[in-house]
């Protein structure tokens, strides 16, 4: 795990090197396309955004990584702030051959029936992202499948998040191993198990004994959980679900950002360590 460039030192990594953010002569990077698609389990028509490889030409097949955002946000706010740099970063890497060149997803995760609903901090409004799992599944990846030239099969899949969809991305790998090769998440929120933070009491999707993957038989190649070491909203929630990993031997990466808060500086070197060893 440890042969790829730019390694962990132990559990503990600096910021995304600056060198990876900055747009180079010579090369290529992606393109930020946007679609919709109709939602069965919404029973409405919703929005996603995508990041093609420079290389795209509706022939090529590549892998494919779902990337959720966080509570409140929507399918722009990853890939339109430029702070994250998944552009620069991914064109960076495949550039220098340390990553494969990959479609890149940004879906709408607040996955409600009910345009009425909006989200919060309760029980009823905290639901909708969990139900994201139906919609991803049933909705969303059948439509990427359908309009984009990706490669199938969960070698060829990953998914990823950053604070609640981190939590969500870890919900989805752990109940579905056989989709998903790859499993990642930055700043993981609160919710994965019964717990209570400032903004509410989350009931928990998971006893603490249901964290590990549904099929022992059908592992992914990576679990990985990541956390900035000054994250002022979701504080020490990700270092407790690698503790319950470690408790139930549930192999996986986990690595503190030094100096990051829940912000970009997070998100980035997550993203990184992340897309350097998925698709290998």
């Known amino acids: 795990m440890e042969t790829v460039k730019y390694s962990l030192n132990g ?3 600096e910021d995304c090197p600056s060198e990876l953010f900055e747009k180079k002569a010579g090369v290529a990077y992606g393109s930020v396309k946007h679609g919709s698609y109709y939602s069965n389990t919404c029973r409405t028509e919703r ?9 795209y030409d509706g022939v ?3 892998p494919v990584m779902y990337f959720q955002h966080g509570i409140f946000g929507d399918e722009n706010c990853m890939i339109n702030d430029a702070e994250n740099h998944f552009i620069e970063i991914t064109g960076n890497l ?3 051959g340390d990553a494969r060149e990959m479609v890149i997803v940004f879906g709408h995760m607040y996955a409600s029936d009910n345009p009425d609903l909006k989200p919060g ?3 009823i409004s905290i639901a909708p992202y969990d139900n994201f799992i139906n919609e991803l599944i049933n909705d969303l990846m059948p439509h990427i499948g359908k309009k984009y030239s990706i490669l199938t099969g969960k070698e060829n899949t990953a998914i990823c998040g950053f604070s609640m969809g981190g939590r969500e991305s870890v919900y989805i790998g752990l109940q579905r191993p056989d989709l998903f090769s790859y499993i990642g998440a930055i700043a993981p929120a609160p919710g994965l198990v ?6 509410m009491k989350h009931k928990g999707m998971l006893k ?19 956390c900035g070491t000054q994250d002022s909203v979701v504080g020490k929630f990700p270092e407790s679900y690698h503790k319950i990993f470690c408790d139930n031997k549930v192999e996986h990466l986990w690595f503190e950002i030094n100096k990051a808060d829940h912000n970009c500086m ?3 070197t997550g993203l990184l360590h992340f897309v350097l060893r998925i698709f290998r």
């Open 94 to 96: 495949c550039a220098s």
């Open 266 to 268: 997070a998100i980035r």
């Open 60 to 62: 090529k097949k590549f």
């Open 121 to 123: 901090f309760d029980d």
């Open 208 to 226: 603490i004994q249901q964290m590990k993957f549904m099929d022992e038989n059908n592992l992914p190649s990576l679990l990985m959980v990541c």
């Open 11 to 13: 559990e503990l990594t």
């Open 194 to 199: 019964s717990s209570e933070d400032k903004m």
């Open 47 to 55: 929005p996603y955004s995508i990041l093609l490889p420079p290389s």
